[in-house]
């Protein structure tokens, strides 16, 4: 199976170069150039564990790493996870439904498929005899999870950019204390939207790029969105039968990369009927499947910090199949939003999504009610999620992240305060990190002293 760009300009490629890529020279986003149609399959999928349907599900994406390579990879990406369902689906009610993302090293979602990515670029330097650089742009989790999948492995090394002061104090101590060489935890001034803008015109120097084998490892990276594909195949087969082809999932989200991933799922045949995108009040994609305006405006740092961001990257590829895979209608709406700020669709499609926007203060609400109406207490990102649940609708609600490293808002919500052991044992190492400009020649600079050879 190959793989092209979303905006067209740059040659198909097989499964590894796109991962090991990342981010398409021609700056958009690499897809499948064909989805395939699962619906024939689902049945032989039935009774498979997690770390087996992972691997039956990516031999179809992967043709080009040997069989029993991608099973050993891929079994030992979830031999991290302390559950051993690894995304165990927990009913509160008859309806609603919990898909618990959280049991992974860093307790949160991104583990699903930084431990997969890892595991493949270590993959990759063997093979190929080269070192890798590995660049990415968090607002909270997705350097944690980018950190643990590549630490310590031979061969490589990872920066990390997150926005100083507006990341979660145990998120910042996950990228911060692991006391490995090869890991550099870059706090730049600004927020996450300025640091995932410089992280996209450091890509776009294509000498610098092919210098130090830079790759990508934000949701921008095709191999983070088929791994994340699986868990939604999971948790529709561990539904009730009769739910499952009425079932909506509600998805919190900031870089839309999390639901893109069902969405697609959906487009191979899976007959999930439809999403809701949940948002803080970073609400542009609320905006955008309410109005049709995709639109930028001020960042407002809330209590659910990984989705404090108002540039969805992930945005791009829905976009490539809403406009029939037409690649230069997306260089030109792209190329409109980035000298704007905004692009208007006209009879916008919105295919099966809805949208929701909560604000701090209802997020502080729902913990408190969900905890006193299931005793489950949830962390401030699946939150949003909660609001305005249907209870005679089949529902999934993807939790994101541990309550545990939330400790503040779940202490002010309900009275108590989560721990977890690995979040614990972080409190007593020292934080190193790098204090950056969100510019792209500071960051280059930072990356031609420390980058592996």
């Not at 993959?123 to 005899?129: G, H, K, S």
């Not at 650089?133 to 968090?138: E, F, M, R, S």
């Not at 590549?150 to 507006?166: C, E, S, V």
């Not at 934080?431 to 020649?441: D, F, G, N, R």
């Amino acid at each position: 199976m190959n793989y092209v760009s979303t905006r067209g300009q740059t040659p198909a490629l097989r499964f590894s170069d796109a991962v090991a890529t990342g981010l398409a020279p021609d700056g958009g986003l690499f897809l499948p150039e064909t989805l395939p149609d699962l619906s024939g399959q689902i049945g032989r999928f039935e009774k498979l564990g997690y770390a087996d349907l992972c691997f039956e599900f990516l031999r179809i994406f992967a043709t080009d790493i040997p069989v029993e390579t991608l099973r050993g990879l891929v079994a030992k990406s979830y031999t991290t996870f302390s559950h051993a369902e690894i995304a165990p689906l927990v009913s509160l009610s008859k309806t609603t439904h919990v898909l618990e993302l959280f049991h992974g090293p860093t307790l949160a979602f991104k583990d699903f498929a930084l431990q997969l990515l890892g595991n493949l670029y270590e993959y990759q330097c063997a093979q190929r005899r080269e070192t890798i650089n590995v660049l990415g742009a968090t607002s909270g989790d997705t350097g944690a999870a980018a950190i643990h999948g590549l630490l310590g492995k031979p061969g490589t090394a990872i920066f990390i950019l997150y926005p100083d002061g507006r990341v979660s104090p145990l998120q910042e101590r996950q990228m911060t204390c692991t006391g490995a060489s090869n890991v550099f935890a870059l706090a730049v001034d600004g927020t996450f939207d300025d640091a995932q803008t410089a992280l996209k015109d450091v890509f776009g120097d294509l000498a610098f790029r092919a210098k130090h084998r830079l790759s990508a490892v934000n949701s921008i990276n095709l191999a983070r969105v088929l791994a994340q594909c699986v868990y939604y195949l999971y948790a529709y087969l561990r539904l009730p039968l009769d739910q499952r082809n009425d079932a909506e999932f509600v998805v919190p989200t900031g870089n839309f990369g999390n639901v893109l991933a069902g969405w697609m799922l959906q487009k191979m045949g899976v007959p999930i009927r439809g999403f809701r995108v949940a948002t803080n009040q970073n609400d542009i994609l609320y905006r955008l499947f309410t109005s049709g305006e995709y639109r930028i405006s001020d960042v407002h740092p809330s209590v659910a910090p990984s989705m404090d961001i108002q540039v969805a990257s992930n945005f791009e590829r829905f976009l490539y199949f809403n406009v029939d895979r037409n690649p230069e209608k997306v260089r030109a709406i792209m190329d409109a939003f980035k000298k704007t700020g905004e692009y208007r669709f006209e009879n916008f499609n919105r295919d099966t999504f809805t949208a929701s926007r909560t604000t701090d203060a209802e997020i502080t609400s729902i913990i408190q009610s969900t905890y006193e109406k299931y005793g489950y207490i949830v962390d401030p990102h699946t939150a949003c999620a909660f609001k305005d649940l249907d209870p005679n609708r089949p529902t999934v609600v993807l939790s994101t992240a541990s309550p545990a490293k939330f400790p503040e808002t779940i202490q002010a919500a309900i009275g108590k305060a989560p721990t977890h052991p690995t979040l614990e044992a972080l409190k007593s190492r020292p934080i190193v990190k790098y204090s950056l400009k969100a510019e792209p020649a500071a960051i280059k600079a930072f990356i031609e002293q420390h980058a592996v050879k």
